[in-house]
Every structure is written in structure tokens, then in C-alpha cells.
């Protein structure tokens, strides 16, 4: 999925769903509330990554981090991959 149609994606999405529905899903996806992992955090707990496409390692899968910069002129066009180094 292209980044500006994941972003428009968001943005449109009126109300987040509590959990991941049931059922087969292709070439969709869900927003899911993040409420939840919200108060582990602050009670000092473990945030939980539930889906039901088998358990996510985080030790062995890989979460890439992006950073895009935006053309206000252009809106969801006008984003921009960043690469970053030493995390500057």
C-alpha cells in the first residue's frame, strides 16, 4: 500500500474498531484503538500487538521506522521519504 493512501486511510476513518474483526480479510485493513496499550504503559506494562495472523515476534521481525516530510500545497501527493542517519 502506498504511503499517501495508508495516510488518506486514517485520516478518513471515522470510528476505530476495539479489536481486529474475525473472518478472512484480503487486501483490506482495519484502524484499531490503541486505548488499551495506552494504560499498560502507563501502569508500566508491556504494550500487546494483537492479530490474527499468528503471534508477532518483535525480537525477530522487523518494524521500519519512516520519517516523510509534507508539501502543505500539495497534501497527500506531496510526501516525501526522509533518510535519516545517526537518527538525524
Known sequence: MEVDVAVRG??????PLDCIP???KENVFVVITN????QRRQKGQRIEFVDDCGVWD???GASP???YIADK???LSG???V????GF
Do not use: C, F, I
Open 10 to 15: 486514517l485520516l478518513d476513518w471515522e470510528t
Open 22 to 24: 474475525h473472518g478472512t
Open 35 to 38: 486505548e488499551r496499550n495506552v
Open 58 to 60: 518483535s525480537a525477530s
Open 65 to 67: 521506522k519512516v520519517t
Open 73 to 75: 500545497d500539495l497534501g
Open 79 to 81: 510526501l516525501t521519504k
Open 83 to 86: 533518510y535519516l542517519r545517526d
